[in-house]
């Protein structure tokens, strides 16, 4: 019932707590309590619910570890994206079975923290258009970071500009994959979401002859910012209203 609800997140939230609960007071501890602390985790990564998440991926390392059944090589890949320091990431590492380092979501969960330890820009954005299950929800966390480090990085190192429609490539606003009915469109939208980026980022853009939009990299060098987040919510998710803590059933 919680699963097929169109009520909104936290009324989702508050029913799968409630579910947990009743399977803490009665001691049930079985595949049950893996799903419904894997749905739950599922549900507070689409919208960004880092903590809530947390708490689930704590009570799932446990109950693997007792031997109950599910997802674990899932979110064996999730705990890789969404450790802080690169101490409890190693320590995740060495926690990896044989099995584990086999998974294709567990490789490109490493492969995302390679390219971002290295700052790799390029290999991060590929890796992001071809993320295995909730893999992107994680990525996100280090999305506004990336595209910021790499801008700052094309300033440096590209004269005297560099094509918006490349930025917004490699950044992954815009596909690179083959043409497909209505990329077009989408390209089209992506192209304006990466030019009203780096805009809000200080970048300074000229067109050239045909009308293009170009990074005027020398000038950029010195006027890229990182700017506050707006609307920052607690349970990561801007489109729910406060109102919304107030009708939790409605």
């Not at 880092?50 to 446990?62: M, R």
């Not at 071809?130 to 480090?149: F, G, H, I, S």
């Not at 094309?154 to 043409?179: D, N």
């Not at 980026?197 to 910012?225: Q, R, V």
């Amino acid at each position: 019932m919680v699963q097929n609800s169109q009520k909104n997140y936290l009324y989702k939230c508050d029913q799968l707590k409630s579910i947990r609960q009743d399977l803490t007071v009665q001691r049930i501890r079985n595949e049950l309590t893996v799903k419904v602390y894997e749905t739950h985790a599922r549900i507070a990564l689409e919208v960004g619910d880092v903590p809530e998440y947390n708490q689930c991926q704590s009570q799932l390392k446990t109950l693997y570890a007792e031997g109950i059944e599910g997802c674990h090589m899932e979110f064996s890949a999730y705990n890789l994206l969404c450790v802080n320091n690169n101490r409890d990431l190693l320590s995740s590492m060495s926690r990896l079975s044989d099995d584990a380092k086999r998974d294709e979501a567990v490789k490109h969960a490493l492969s995302v923290r390679a390219a971002v330890t290295s700052g790799n820009y390029v290999l991060f954005f590929r890796l992001y258009k071809t993320a295995p299950n909730l893999n992107t929800c994680l990525m996100d966390l280090y999305v506004e970071k990336m595209r910021y480090e790499a801008v700052k990085c094309m300033s440096r190192s590209y004269r005297p500009s560099v094509p918006v429609s490349y930025i917004a490539q490699v950044l992954g606003f815009t596909s690179v994959l083959p043409i497909i009915e209505g990329s077009d469109e989408k390209d089209m939208d992506g192209l304006e979401e990466c030019v009203e980026w780096l805009k809000a980022h200080g970048a300074c853009l000229i067109p050239d002859n045909t009308g293009e939009m170009l990074l005027d990299t020398k000038a950029s060098s010195s006027s890229l910012y990182m700017p506050e987040p707006e609307d920052a919510v607690a349970h990561g998710d801007a489109s729910l209203a406060v109102n919304d803590f107030l009708t939790r059933t409605s």
